[in-house]
């Protein structure tokens, strides 16, 4: 039967056999409600097209009925345009975990330290999901000091006081030599950008630690291109079977692959490879790049709602490290994602 008109949170109520109470605990203090009843007024809301008035919702708590997702504007700057997935996996994440609340949700940009502060004290949001890959100490200052909850999402977030969700940057690493040790290769070269920058360094630490290294060959290189040089002038330790795998963000090993394949090394027969980021770029031969996911999208998921639960009084902090995770493919060795 075809619902006349817009549906109503009574009619959402008798459709999810709930009270009119619960649907509105649903959609203002979802923590309030058991998952399996949440699920079910969110199942029923969605497949009638219910939406709740936000500004009413605002009004009652006494709030803007905003959420803002604020973003530093030159985070990719001199970046190679593809690294923008990380960007359009965080919008993603926040806009679905912030759709279902109470709250409307509201995109800008933050180019220097004043912008950043004007929004922090502006009075037209309510908290903060704060994107910024490298958190530096200016931002944390002027976060610090805000009276309203701020959420910063990153790569990495040295100040333990903030609410913060990250990428576990060690596990990064980890994964990939774990995966290096299990396929029975132990000779590995590490490309690197720099490791003046913590993210860079907890990666390496970890790749070290999954293969019992305090130190692992590694060669810096001041962006992408430069790591067909530097694989270029260790052809011969890989020819000689001195170094047998390679680890690198995706877009290094990218740039790196023609110089194996001129050279005659075959992956992963002569050279395995293994990246992160999961940038999933197109390699020649049929081959899949085996990487480790940042799950950057998970980092803003749980980033958006740990602010809602900062704003609904359920948790006074926030602080987590998420886990990547492997991405199979057929670089390390040929049977992996082959089956």
């Not at 708590?61 to 803002?68: A, E, K, P, W, Y």
């Not at 806009?95 to 940009?109: E, G």
């Not at 602010?307 to 886990?323: F, K, Q």
Request: a neutral charge; aromatic letters at 6%; glycine letters at 8%.
């Amino acid at each position: 039967m075809t619902q006349a008109g817009p549906i109503t949170r009574r009619r959402v109520a008798e459709l999810a056999a709930v009270s009119e109470g619960t649907v509105s605990k649903v959609f203002n203090r979802p923590e309030s409600v058991r998952a399996h009843t949440r699920e079910r007024v969110l199942r029923m809301a969605d497949k009638y097209g219910y939406r709740p008035n936000k500004a009413a919702s605002a009004l009652r708590r006494n709030g803007s009925g905003t959420i803002l997702l604020l973003a530093y504007a030159p985070m990719y700057q001199g970046m190679a345009r593809v690294y923008g997935v990380f960007y359009a996996d965080a919008v993603a994440a926040v806009v679905d975990a912030i759709n279902p609340s109470p709250y409307t949700l509201v995109m800008k940009r933050f180019s220097d330290r004043r912008e950043l502060a004007r929004e922090l004290d502006a009075a037209d949001s309510d908290g903060i999901v704060l994107f910024d890959l490298a958190m530096r100490p200016p931002v944390m200052e002027l976060v610090t000091a805000s009276s309203k909850p701020v959420v910063c999402c990153a790569q990495h977030c040295p100040d333990p006081t903030l609410n913060r969700v990250v990428v576990d940057e060690h596990g990064v690493g980890w994964l990939a030599g774990k995966r290096l040790l299990e396929a029975g290769l132990a000779r590995p070269l590490v490309l690197t950008r720099t490791m003046s920058s913590a993210v860079h360094q907890a990666r390496y630490i970890g790749f070290g630690d999954a293969l019992g290294e305090a130190s692992v060959p590694q060669v810096i290189c001041a962006d992408a291109a430069h790591a067909y040089t530097a694989i270029q002038e260790h052809i011969p330790a890989l020819q000689a079977g001195e170094v047998d795998s390679v680890f690198a963000p995706d877009l290094m090993l990218y740039a790196a692959f023609p110089a194996l394949l001129a050279a005659g090394l075959q992956v992963p027969r002569d050279v395995a490879a293994i990246g992160c980021d999961n940038l999933e770029l197109p390699l020649p031969n049929q081959l899949r790049l085996e990487s480790v996911d940042l799950r950057m999208g998970e980092v803003f998921r749980r980033g958006a709602e740990g602010l809602l639960e900062l704003l609904a009084g359920s948790r006074e902090r926030l602080d987590e490290r998420i886990a990547p995770c492997l991405v199979p493919g057929n670089t390390v060795s040929p049977e992996q994602g082959d089956t």
